[in-house]
């Protein structure tokens, strides 16, 4: 089972891979889009990466997500129900 501390690492990696920086530039207050300048089509493509990564991503809705860190607690919570 996945905990919030193995998500937000797991996250955090796939997404520096996804942007081209070190997991350690990220925050879990950046905002997807005014921080990390990602589109919503940005967005949508890391999330089919976490799919590839077997992370589900199903019950995300993107309308609810605009930081690193909700982005971590809704998989986290997802993992869960």
Do not use: C
Request: glycine letters at 2%; charged letters at 35%; aromatic letters at 2%.
């Amino acid at each position: 089972m996945t905990d919030k501390k193995s998500t937000e690492t797991k996250v955090k990696e796939a997404l520096a891979h996804h942007l081209g920086v070190e997991p350690e530039d990220l925050n879990l207050e950046d905002s997807l889009a005014t921080d990390l300048h990602m589109r919503p089509s940005d967005i949508s493509d890391f999330l089919g990466s976490l799919e590839e990564k077997e992370i589900d991503t199903s019950t995300i809705d993107l309308l609810q997500i605009d930081t690193v860190e909700e982005l971590v607690e809704a998989l986290t919570d997802s993992v869960y129900e």
